[in-house]
C-alpha cells in the first residue's frame, strides 16, 4: 500500500513534459503545472504560429501567458522531498532483454552504464558513483557495459586472467602462469594487448591506405566512365553525320543520273518522234503517187495516157530507214551496269572500311591488361585460325591445306594479276586482320640453306620493287623471326638481333595488340619464350611468312 501512495505521489508531482519532479513550478490559466523551463521551452518552439497551447487539454492561448510561480506546488515538493521523492527513472533505463543489466540492482534492474574489469561486475548509473567517489576504486579499469566479463575468469582457478600464454595463445590466470604453463613464453595481457595493438594500427592503416587507393581509382574510373561516355557519344554523332553526308552526297548522286536519263531520254524520244513523223507525211505522200499512177495505169484510151503520162511530178528524196541507222536495242542498260559496277566498288570499299572500323572500335581498352599466359594451354585461349590470302602470295609459292600451306616452288603458280601481290620475295599475307590478343602456331620445315621467316606486318607493306624494305624485317612496318634449322635470328627495320635457344620445328606467335606485344615462342612439351616486343602498333597486323626454295610452312589448327 505504501509503495501504490509513493507511485501515486510521484505522479501528482511530476511534470507531464519531462516526466521528473516538478522544478520551479508553474500553472497554465487552464489549471495544468509544469516545470517552468519545460513549458517555455515548448511555447517556444510555438512562437511562430502566434499560438500557444497546453501540451495536456490542448486548450490555445493567445496571446502567450504569462506563468507565475506555483507557491503552493513548491513548498509541497519541498516538503517531499524531505521524506524521500525521486525521480522515478523512464521505462527506457530499464534492461532489456538485449540490454546489460546492473549486477546490484534488487526487483526490476537498470541498465548497466559501465562494467569494472576489476570487479567483474556491471553497475547502473547510481551504482556506479561508488566506483567514482571511491579513491581506492577509481584505478579499477571501466569499460562499456559488456555480457562476458565471466569469460574473464579462471575455469580452473576461479581468478581474473590477467596474463597472456604466448606459447599456447591463451589468456590465463597467474596460478596458471607458475603450474602448467610454468615453462611457456608468458607475458601480461596488457604487455599483450599492446603488441596487438600496434599490430593492430599497423594493419589499420595498411587498409586505410588501401581505402584511399581503391578510392583514388574508383575517382579515376569515374571519370574515365564520363570520358568514355562523352567520347562515344561524340563518335556516334560524328559518325552519323559523316553518313548522313554520305547519303545525302549518294541521294544527289542519284538525283544527278535520273535528271540527267531523263534529259536524254526526251532529246531522243523528240528525235525518234521527228523522224517518225516524216516517214509518215513520207507514207502519204507516196501513196498519193501511187493512186495516180494506178488511174493512169487503169486509163483505157492509149492517146489520154500518153497525153498524161509527161504531166507526172518526180518523186522526191526517201527518207527510208535504209537511209539511217538505228543502234541496237540496248538503250540505257549500259547506264544500268555503270551504276551496277559503282555499286560494286562502294561494296567492296564500305566492306573494306567496315572491317578497319570495326577493328579501330575494338582496340578501345580503359582497363588495365591482364597477365599475360603462360602455359600452352593459356595461350590457347587466344587461338586464331589463320588462312593466306592467294592475292598477296608470290608467284613462286604454292598454297595448299586450304590456303594454310605454303610450299616455295621453282615455276609459276597460276596467279592473276593482282596489286595486293608480292613481285620479288617469296612472302603471302594472312586473310584475316589481327587486333586484340591472337596465337597461333607456325609448323616449319626447312629443307634448303635460306630457310623461313614466321613474321606480322601492317597492311600497307610495299609488294612490288627490289629493295630490302620490302622484305618483312628489313623496315618499320613489319617483325620476323627467321629459322634456318640450326638459329634463330629477330629481324625488325633492318636490325637483327641473334636469338639463343634450340630449335623446334615449331613457333608460336602470341599478339596483345592494345599492350604492344609480339612474342615468339618455341613450342615443344613446353613453351619457351624465344624474343619479346614491346612496342606501339598504330595498326591492325597481317600474319605472314618468307619461305626459301625447298622450305615449307603451315599454320596449324589449333581449335
Not at 256 to 285: A, F, H, P, W
Not at 414 to 435: A, I, K, M
Not at 477 to 494: E, I, Q, V
Not at 531 to 544: C, D, E, I, K, M
Request: charged fraction near 30%; hydrophobic fraction near 30%.
Amino acid at each position: 500500500m505504501e509503495q501504490q501512495e509513493n507511485q501515486l505521489d510521484r505522479e501528482r508531482f511530476c511534470c507531464s513534459i519531462c516526466l521528473d519532479p516538478l522544478k520551479d513550478p508553474v500553472t497554465t490559466v487552464c489549471g495544468h503545472s509544469y516545470c517552468k523551463s519545460c513549458i517555455n521551452t515548448h511555447w517556444d518552439k510555438e512562437e511562430e504560429r502566434g499560438s500557444y497551447s497546453c501540451p495536456q487539454c490542448r486548450q490555445t492561448f493567445t496571446p502567450r501567458p504569462v506563468l507565475e510561480k506555483n507557491t503552493m506546488l513548491a513548498d509541497s515538493l519541498e516538503e517531499l522531498k524531505k521524506t524521500g521523492l525521486q525521480a522515478a527513472p523512464d521505462d527506457h533505463c530499464y534492461a532489456g532483454p538485449e540490454d546489460v543489466a546492473c549486477d546490484v540492482c534488487t526487483g526490476r534492474k537498470l541498465k548497466a552504464l559501465k562494467s569494472c574489469l576489476n570487479c567483474l561486475a556491471s553497475y547502473c548509473e547510481k551504482h556506479l558513483q561508488r566506483h567514482l567517489q571511491s579513491t581506492a576504486l577509481k584505478k579499477h579499469k571501466l569499460v562499456e557495459p559488456s555480457e562476458k566479463l565471466k569469460e574473464n575468469i579462471c575455469s580452473r582457478h576461479d581468478e581474473v586472467m590477467k596474463m597472456f600464454c604466448r606459447t599456447d595463445q591463451q589468456c590465463i590466470c597467474y596460478l596458471c602462469s607458475v603450474d602448467e604453463h610454468k615453462d611457456h613464453d608468458t607475458v601480461s595481457a596488457a604487455a599483450e594487448r599492446s603488441e596487438r595493438q600496434r599490430e593492430l594500427g599497423l594493419r589499420r592503416q595498411t587498409i586505410q591506405q588501401r581505402v584511399q587507393d581503391t578510392e583514388k581509382d574508383v575517382k579515376l574510373l569515374q571519370q574515365e566512365e564520363e570520358a568514355l561516355n562523352g567520347s562515344a557519344d561524340k563518335a556516334v554523332e560524328d559518325s552519323e553525320e559523316i553518313f548522313t553526308e554520305l547519303i545525302r552526297l549518294l541521294e544527289k548522286r542519284s538525283s544527278d543520273v535520273k535528271q540527267q536519263i531523263r534529259s536524254q531520254q526526251e532529246t531522243e524520244v523528240s528525235r525518234v518522234r521527228e523522224l517518225q513523223e516524216r516517214l509518215e507525211q513520207e507514207i502519204t505522200e507516196l501513196k498519193r503517187k501511187d493512186h495516180e499512177l494506178k488511174q493512169l495505169s487503169d486509163t483505157e484510151d492509149h492517146n489520154q495516157f500518153l497525153h498524161n503520162y509527161p504531166s507526172l511530178s518526180p518523186l522526191s528524196g526517201s527518207t527510208h530507214s535504209s537511209s539511217f541507222r538505228i543502234r541496237p536495242l540496248r538503250n540505257f542498260e549500259d547506264v544500268t551496269a555503270a551504276v551496277s559496277q559503282v555499286r560494286g566498288r562502294l561494296q567492296d570499299i564500305l566492306s573494306e572500311t567496315e572491317t578497319e572500323i570495326l577493328q579501330i572500335v575494338s582496340q578501345v581498352d580503359v582497363l588495365l591488361r591482364q597477365p599475360e599466359p603462360e602455359t600452352r594451354a593459356d595461350f590457347l585461349r587466344y587461338s586464331q585460325e589463320i588462312t593466306l590470302d592467294p592475292n598477296t602470295a608470290h608467284k613462286h609459292l604454292l598454297l595448299s591445306e586450304g590456303n594454310r600451306k605454303v610450299t616455295r616452288m621453282s615455276e609459276d603458280q597460276s596467279y592473276s594479276n593482282h596489286p595486293d601481290r608480292f613481285t620479288v620475295y617469296c612472302q603471302v599475307l594472312s586473310r584475316e586482320s589481327l587486333t586484340g590478343r591472337c596465337y597461333w602456331e607456325v609448323e616449319v620445315e626447312v629443307g634448303g640453306r635460306g630457310g623461313v621467316g614466321v613474321a606480322v606486318t601492317y597492311k600497307n607493306i610495299s609488294r612490288a620493287g627490289g629493295s630490302d624494305e620490302y622484305l618483312f624485317g628489313l623496315s618499320d612496318k613489319s617483325w620476323s623471326l627467321r629459322c634456318d634449322g640450326y638459329t634463330y635470328y629477330f629481324y625488325h627495320n633492318s636490325i637483327g638481333t641473334p636469338v639463343s635457344g634450340p630449335v623446334s620445328s615449331r613457333v608460336g606467335v602470341y599478339l596483345d595488340h592494345s599492350a604492344g606485344v609480339l612474342t615468339f615462342y618455341r613450342v615443344s612439351d613446353t613453351m619457351t619464350l624465344l624474343h619479346r616486343v614491346q612496342t606501339t602498333f598504330t595498326q591492325p597486323l597481317y600474319a605472314g611468312v618468307w619461305v626459301y626454295y625447298g622450305d615449307t610452312a603451315e599454320f596449324c589448327k589449333l581449335k
